[in-house]
């Protein structure tokens, strides 16, 4: 079975840099098109990016346009998402997750995304 693992969450300060990486050993992510969310204390879960399988599609919600990217990595089975200009809004646990879906589209819906990694948790502080 598919396993996501996120990496590269920490403690940054406002307007600081992080990059998330998200890894399926053993597996190809190519089939799969993959999404990050977030989830603040207090809050619900909200879908941050995702990518199709083919052609590069991606999306942001409106907050991070501007300020993070989606990508992905074939041959390392890996996708990562760039955090640029982070704000203290941007603080929660960021989890990967990966939807059966293969085309030129990506889910904005979590429901349909079937396989999730652990979470990582990110905070913006000063």
């Known amino acids: 079975q598919l396993q996501l693992v996120e990496s590269g969450g920490g403690l940054v300060q406002p307007g600081g840099s992080l990059r998330l990486s998200c890894a399926a050993p053993g597996y190809s992510l190519s089939y799969y098109a993959m999404g990050w969310f977030r989830q603040a204390p207090g809050k619900e879960r909200e879908g941050v990016s995702c990518?199709?399988?083919?052609?590069?599609?991606?999306y942001y919600t409106d907050s991070v346009k501007g300020r993070f990217t989606i990508s992905r990595d074939s041959a390392k089975n890996t996708v990562y998402l760039q955090m640029d200009s982070l704000k203290p809004e941007d603080t929660g646990v960021y989890f990967c997750a990966a939807a059966m879906r293969h085309g030129r589209s990506c889910p904005a819906l979590e429901d349909e995304y079937v396989y999730w990694g652990q979470g990582t948790q990110v905070t913006v502080s000063a």
């Open positions: 990518m199709s399988s083919v052609g590069g599609t991606t």
